[in-house]
């Protein structure tokens, strides 16, 4: 059995789909932070099968919620203080992303103009449908593992 120690403040992500902690690594820029951070792949889970946890001991401000919640909504936020965990915060999905996924349309202005960000706004909280807000191109579900 592994043991991966407890944190005294910090967050820990869990329930996160099995092999996509490194892609939320990623996007969440834990890589730039000077914190410590334990990435536990493939999990076993008695609701999911198999699950991926991120432990990160910095403050709990440092973490892009919206970001979190593109990425996966289904992720369990649970904060910690003291060695204990003293909220659960509920992931929604945000109304608006900037500079997590690109238009791929290549007639879109944000292909074109260099430095412009890129922005998409969610168009049907039902089906998670979101588009770019310049050209209206519909986001595909691969562009969230290429980013």
């Known amino acids: 059995m592994l043991n ?5 403040e ?5 329930h996160i789909k099995a092999g996509r902690s490194m892609q939320i690594y990623r996007h969440l820029g834990l890589d730039k932070l000077d914190c410590t951070v334990a990435i536990i792949k493939n999990a076993r889970s008695n609701v999911m099968g198999k699950k ?12 892009d919620l919206d970001v979190l919640a593109f990425l996966d ?18 992931l929604f999905l945000p109304h608006q992303i900037k500079d997590v996924i690109k238009c791929h349309n ?7 103009e260099q430095g412009l ?5 969610l168009a049907d ?11 209206d191109e519909k986001y595909q579900e691969s562009a969230k593992t290429e980013n």
């Open 4 to 8: 991966v120690g407890k944190i005294e």
């Open 10 to 14: 910090g967050f820990v992500l869990d």
């Open 52 to 63: 991926d946890i991120l432990k990160v001991e910095c403050d709990i401000d440092t973490l």
């Open 73 to 90: 909504h289904n992720i369990t936020v649970n904060v910690i203080k003291e060695g204990e965990i003293v909220e659960k915060r509920a």
């Open 106 to 112: 290549p007639r879109c202005i944000s292909s074109i």
């Open 117 to 121: 960000p890129h922005i998409f706004y």
């Open 125 to 135: 909280e039902e089906k998670e449908i979101y588009r770019c807000q310049y050209c």
